[in-house]
Every structure is written in C-alpha cells, then in structure tokens.
C-alpha cells in the first residue's frame, strides 16, 4: 500500500517568516494530495491541495509544489502568523474515479513565536 | 452548511467494556469515513462507505471493531472490547464524491477514547 513520510516532525518559526514542510509517497498511481491543518481538540481542516497534473498551486500565503518524478510535495507558508501554529498533514490518495483513500503522513507541528 | 457532527466528545472506559461512537455526515454527502488517530500521529482510514455499503474496510480489526451506516445517512462505530491499545482520537469525515473534484474529505472534531 501506499506509504507517505512527512518531514520535519517539528517547526518553529519567527513571525514573518516563511516555513517549508516536504513528503514523499511511495506509490506512482497517487494522483491526489491535500494538506491538512489541524489545531488542538479539533479534526484536521483541508487547506490546500493539488493533483498530479499540476505542478505548483498557490492560495494567497500557502502554496503546495509537486514533482511526480520524485514522488515529492512541499507546503509552503509565507508571511507566517500566530495563528498558523498548528500540526500540519500530507496525504496522498490513489482516487479510481469512485474511490478515494486518504494515507496521511506523521504530522507536522508548527510553532510561529513572535 | 453544517460541518460533520460526532458524539460524544469524550469517552473514558475500562478495559474489555464496549463503547460506540456516533457521527453525523454533511448533508448531501454520499461518503463517510472512519478514521482513528493515535496520539503523535496521522489518522489512519478504519472504514469507508459509500451511501450504506462498505467500500473498503481492510484496515478495520474486525474481532473487534464493527461500522454500520443505516440508511445511508448516520453512522455508528463501535468497540467491543476495549483494548488499552485502541486509546485514539476516533475521526468521522464525509466527501461528496470520492475520485472526482468534489472528493475534499470534511472531518469532524473526533471522539477522544481513553481506555483504563
């Protein structure tokens, strides 16, 4: 089955700065890739996500890049807030048309420290 | 539109009782996923369905875990018994349609077991 490693495990940032989070699958039939954010005592909120004929997608301060050849993707934050600390997720899902199955990575947790 | 609900919020048992868990789709939402999250780490797909037919339910330890979704609405997933193993954060996420550009998958706020 489908395997995703998610670096780095921890984060911290100052405010303003930007924050990189990168993850590799293993499976080449993976077509689909979101990032979650997830803040405490709460389930994980889809913030962006690209598929695999697309190589970069942007959404005012985040933006994913994929390169398929590496089997990799990246989360960037620019400009990073406060409010941006959080555990951040990839995932990757194989999606036939009628199924879709998520396999999430171990998480990232951001810090952004004034 | 309303988010995923689940109840309850918090769950604390003892070894070897029996616990179920209740969630509550996105209107409109033909699939639903249970997810389990162990502490530290991404949540991982126990279950799917697809209206009320299960469509992948590999990853489910099935002695002792059991999903129904009558109706093809709510969806009730229940332990029995309780491993000290299966303390998690138990996720349900609904998507529109899976393997489309409506496939987004909307988690609600988790059940929290802790089991003694």
């Known amino acids: 089955g489908e395997n995703v490693e998610q670096h780095p495990s921890t984060l911290s940032v100052q405010e303003g700065d930007s924050a990189v989070i990168k993850c590799t699958y293993s499976d080449s039939a993976s077509n689909y890739f979101p990032w979650y954010k997830q803040e405490l005592g709460k389930g994980p909120q889809l913030i962006i996500d690209i598929r695999s004929n697309v190589g970069e997608k942007k959404d005012q301060r985040i933006a994913v890049t994929l390169n398929k050849t590496a089997k990799h993707f990246s989360l960037h934050i620019t400009e990073t807030q406060p409010e941006d600390s959080a555990v951040y997720f990839c995932?990757?899902?194989?999606?036939?048309?009628?199924?879709?199955?998520?396999?999430f990575g171990t998480g990232t947790r951001l810090q952004v420290t004034l | 539109e309303a988010g995923v609900a689940q109840s309850p919020r918090y769950k604390i048992i003892e070894k070897r009782q029996s616990v179920a868990f209740w969630c509550n789709p996105i209107s409109g939402h033909a699939t639903l996923y249970w997810y389990q999250q162990i502490l530290g780490q991404g949540p991982k797909l126990l279950i799917q369905?697809?209206?009320?037919?299960?469509?992948?339910d590999s990853q489910l330890p099935k002695d002792r875990f059991s999903a129904e979704r009558l109706k093809g609405v709510d969806s009730t997933l229940k332990i029995q018994p309780a491993k000290l193993e299966d303390s998690a954060v138990y996720l349900c996420?609904?998507?529109?349609?899976?393997?489309?550009?409506?496939?987004?998958?909307?988690f609600g706020p988790g059940t929290r077991l802790l089991v003694l």
């Open positions: 996420a609904s998507s529109r349609k899976p393997g489309t550009r409506e496939e987004t998958q909307y």
């Open positions: 369905f697809q209206n009320n037919g299960v469509v992948d």
């Open positions: 995932a990757a899902s194989i999606n036939t048309g009628t199924a879709s199955k998520l396999t």
